[in-house]
């Protein structure tokens, strides 16, 4: 069993900072990949970023250069560095990961960027 707890998020200004923080617990170990979703009101949930063994990442064109994906193992937490943030940033974030083929997510912080 996995869980995964998000903090981080907040209401933040145009061009702001913030970063989010992903706890797991569980049988969890480096060679699971993890990643951050998000889902705005009325929208699909979306990838945002994702780190896999080995260290490669991706991240969406909608955030590339913005944002900053990092996994600390030894503290078995995931990081996301959100900066010069936008309006359209506005959604609930989410930690996933995959372990044996299965997926866990977290429960989700929201992230607001007034304009």
């Known amino acids: 069993q996995v869980q995964l707890v998000e903090s981080g998020g907040g209401l933040v200004q145009t061009g702001g900072s913030l970063r989010l923080s992903c706890a797991a617990s569980?049988?969890?170990?480096?060679?699971?990949?993890m990643g951050w979703y998000r889902q705005a009101p009325g929208k699909q949930r979306e990838l945002v970023a994702t780190?896999?063994?080995?260290?490669?990442?991706t991240y969406a064109d909608s955030v590339k250069g913005r944002f900053t994906i990092s996994r600390d193992n030894a503290k078995n937490t995931l990081y996301l560095q959100m900066n010069s943030l936008k309006p359209e940033d506005t959604a609930v974030y989410y930690c996933?990961?995959?372990?044996?083929?299965?997926?866990?997510w977290g429960q989700g912080t929201q992230v607001t960027v007034s304009s």
């Open positions: 996933q990961t995959v372990v044996a083929l299965k997926d866990y």
């Open positions: 780190i896999i063994s080995g260290g490669t990442i």
């Open positions: 569980g049988s969890i170990f480096s060679i699971n990949p």
